[in-house]
């Protein structure tokens, strides 16, 4: 029997984004920094290594049936939540042993974020509208907040720990959730930000100067900087469009946008104030399979491949791909 996806319900307006991906992987859109790049990419990953024309590439098993959205890295520990049953799974990405750590509700894990004093992970639900905290300790539920009134359409993707409280995207809404103090906030996302019919607010970071977020929306393909109180202004990439961005990684002023559709991650060197930028580098590899998420331990990014399209059995092979990629 087959498995259908939560993720992409077809009464939701995010229904439509396997289609997408799969018409944009079909068209062969092919988008890199350089021919030399492409060219050290189709070496093996030790050639490409001693090249140096491209990143070592090593693919790292997670269960079978496990179907990862996200990734959250402390201390050589990758967190990874299913989008089928909510479930976290723990990965020494060392060893690359693992396990689970906490039995999902049921619902999707998508966005993770570490709260390391606490030893906290919080979790975006998805298509549940809600939220929830968990003891890394012991995998317990500390804490559940609906963001959306249950049964309403939502689809929250991802999760920035901030000063002033967790904050979440919302993917078919124009509109932000923090909680803090143990209370969800709205904050409408105004300003320059522009609200598609399809799939909007997914990845999350800071500015390099840390006064703000960056956000991409994923249709439009466009990154903005966003205030605390959601005005949003368009960075200025020089004309850079990502396609179907979906999870960031900032490290000091470089960062790193997936682009699951055409199985690339996007290198950008911003300004101070993160309105401003330019494409740097195109990360490729054969191992992507439709990547999501990006985060780093050491010399490398790890990056788990959702596989959107692949019929989700229980024997369904899925990965993390590790790029040995240096610090800019």
Known sequence: MRIRDPRWPGSSPVGTLVHMIQSVRKAGVVVAATAAALAALSLSPAEAADAGRGPAVTHIDLPDGFPPESIAVENGTAYLGSRADGDIYALDLRSGRGKVISQGPGTQSLGLAIDSRRRQLWVAGGVSGDARVLDLRTGAILAEYQLVPAGSPAFINDVLLTPRGAVFTDSVHDTLYR????????????????????YNANGITTTPDGRAMLIVNSTTGELFRVEEDGRATRADLGGQIFTHPDGVLREGRTLYVVQNAIDAIAVVELDRSGTAGRLVETLRTDDFDVPTAVARFGDRLYVPNARFGVEEQPDTEYWLTALKVDRH
Do not use: F, I
């Not at 909680?179 to 399809?198: H, K, N, S, Y």
């Open 179 to 198: 909680v803090r103090d143990g209370r969800v906030e709205r904050v409408p996302l105004t300003g320059e930000w522009v609200e598609t019919p399809q």
